[in-house]
């Protein structure tokens, strides 16, 4: 039986999955939160489905192992394979696709873009979602081969990744003039000031602050939500902590002091 005091498991490839953090410590402030970043094996979004779903099952074992009560994946790439890898899992997971696609399809958008990993891209979830509830919606999707591993690095002054901004979203301008733009990986938002300045007539959408709420609506139906003011962040990985340190600091994440190095094995 889950109890309200355990925590929430957070899992990324990478850094992304931070952005995340931020938003159920906004909308979940008393969660303890137990956040995994795997950049040892990031950039996933290149890489096969099989590949992609032997990682991600690492992670979500070491999470049981830790205990949590439900597991948010901080990654689309991975939320591609979420009806793969819900049998596996005694606890509840939850989709960043799900949530940014119903999210889209509420909004009632004539079209969007949607940006994302290449592996995103072709496993086509969120055009099968969306169009299953907004038939007319015209979704422009384009995956970046670069993006995400270029910002994994935690070198965020690179001129290339404006260069690799520019140049994917122009694909999706010259096949329809969309005027919103969903971030759909989750190491985007930490660039979303170079989205603005390359295109600062598109509205972002960043879908984070909707898995947030579905968190806490997954929450409030299993009467799981932990009472406490304010939960604690643990922030492991198997890449470098300090990019991971630095990133927390950026986002104004609550807590950590610092973050751990981890390998799964
Ligand atoms: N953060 C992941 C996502 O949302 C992708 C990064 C990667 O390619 O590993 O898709």
Redesign the pocket.
Known sequence: MYQNSFPIGVI???I??LTVVRQIQRILPGEDIIFFGDSAN?????RSADEIYELSLRMLRYMESRGVKCVAI?????SSLVERLRPQCPFPLIS?IESGADYIAREKLPSVGVI??E??VSAGVYDTRIHALAPDCEVVSRGSPEL??LI?RGDLNQAVIDEEITAQVDVILSRAPVRDLLL????FPIVEENFRRCFPELRLIDPAEQQAIAVKNMLVYRTLTNPQNRGSLTVETSGDPDVYAAIARMLSLYGPKDCKAVSLT
């Open positions: 990324d490839s990478g992304g999955g990031c950039p996933y979004g290149n901080a990654c689309n790439t991975i960043i994302a990993t592996f995103t995400a591993g994994d759909a990986c989750t190491h």
